[in-house]
């Protein structure tokens, strides 16, 4: 006679980290850990668990039709060694809700389809890191729909690589409810060929009193286009270092 044997999902290793199968194909974990995706995932809203939750994609998608919600004491650490995506078509809210709490993009494709807030809301004492992957899709509606919103102070982004590029917003790449934030800046990054509903070139804007740190080399490959409220400078660090790196949205500036 057949004998059939349930045999458990391997492990998944690499980056120097061990994951664990996640199986569902409607929820994402309420426990942190280190968790791979075994197929696609659809889901409404996901309170990301307190600790740290590291989640890899493993090429597979997960649809969001609300926000991930990211509040202090809580991390969400994305891989996407062998490709994959987080897709959102919602009307409402942000897609990531980083409210106090850590987000870390180091792979994948973030698709965002959103109104009347952002793909990643930095709320205060919140923090984005982006190593890796590709920010794209829209976020139209409102007057602040963007890709990243500041809207607390002490908020912090931190590009180290990866691409936000094909964006169309009504906001634009950066939207700042706070100027008290800190953006940092190295490696292998690109911000250019975004625009707003308009179909203006726009990138990352600068309100004033907002200026990108480079807080280390910046490689021959990277792109960042700018807009500024008000024409001066716009970086701290070893910026005439990495001059060519920086583009002006406006034809009428260098």
């Given at each position: 006679?057949?004998?059939?044997?349930?045999?458990?999902?391997p492990?998944?290793?690499h980056?120097?980290?061990?994951?664990?199968?996640?199986?569902?194909?409607?929820?994402?974990?309420?426990?942190?850990?280190n968790?791979y995706?075994?197929g696609?995932?659809?889901?409404?809203?996901?309170?990301?668990?307190?600790?740290?939750?590291?989640?890899?994609l493993?090429?597979?998608?997960?649809?969001?039709?609300?926000?991930?919600?990211?509040?202090?004491?809580?991390?969400?650490?994305?891989y996407?060694e062998?490709?994959?995506?987080?897709?959102?078509?919602?009307?409402?809210?942000s897609?990531f809700?980083v409210?106090?709490?850590r987000?870390v993009?180091?792979?994948?494709?973030?698709n965002?389809?959103?109104?009347?807030?952002?793909?990643?809301?930095?709320?205060?004492?919140?923090?984005?890191?982006?190593?890796?992957?590709?920010?794209?899709?829209?976020?139209t509606?409102?007057?602040?729909?963007s890709?990243?919103?500041?809207?607390?102070?002490?908020?912090?982004f931190?590009m180290?690589?990866?691409?936000?590029?094909?964006t169309t917003?009504?906001?634009?790449?950066?939207?700042?409810?706070?100027?008290?934030?800190?953006i940092?800046?190295?490696?292998?990054?690109?911000?250019?060929?975004?625009?707003?509903?308009?179909?203006?070139?726009?990138?990352?804007?600068?309100?004033s009193?907002v200026?990108v740190?480079?807080?280390?080399?910046?490689?021959?490959?990277?792109s960042?286009?700018v807009?500024?409220?008000?024409?001066?400078?716009?970086?701290?660090?070893n910026?005439?270092?990495?001059?060519?790196?920086?583009?002006?949205?406006?034809s009428?500036?260098?």
């Open positions: 006679c057949a004998v059939t044997v349930n045999t458990p999902a492990a998944h290793t980056d120097g980290i061990t994951f664990a199968a996640w199986e569902s194909s409607n929820s994402l974990p309420t426990v942190e850990g968790y995706l075994t696609n995932v659809s889901v409404d809203n996901w309170d990301v668990p307190e600790g740290t939750t590291r989640l890899c493993n090429g597979n998608t997960i649809t969001a039709n609300k926000h991930f919600y990211i509040p202090s004491g809580h991390t969400l650490e994305i996407a062998e490709g994959g995506s987080i897709n959102a078509n919602y009307r409402v809210g897609m809700w409210n106090g709490g987000l993009l180091n792979g994948g494709t973030i965002g389809n959103v109104s009347t807030a952002g793909i990643v809301d930095i709320a205060a004492n919140a923090e984005f890191i982006m190593n890796g992957g590709k920010i794209t899709g829209t976020s509606g409102r007057y602040d729909a890709v990243i919103r500041f809207t607390g102070s002490n908020g912090t931190t180290t690589g990866g691409e936000i590029s094909g917003t009504r906001g634009g790449v950066t939207y700042f409810a706070s100027t008290d934030v800190t940092n800046i190295s490696g292998s990054v690109i911000i250019d060929g975004n625009t707003l509903e308009s179909g203006k070139t726009q990138n990352l804007y600068l309100p009193g200026i740190n480079i807080v280390g080399a910046l490689d021959s490959d990277a960042i286009g807009t500024m409220h008000t024409p001066g400078v716009f970086t701290s660090g910026a005439a270092a990495c001059i060519d790196s920086f583009t002006s949205d406006d009428n500036y260098k």
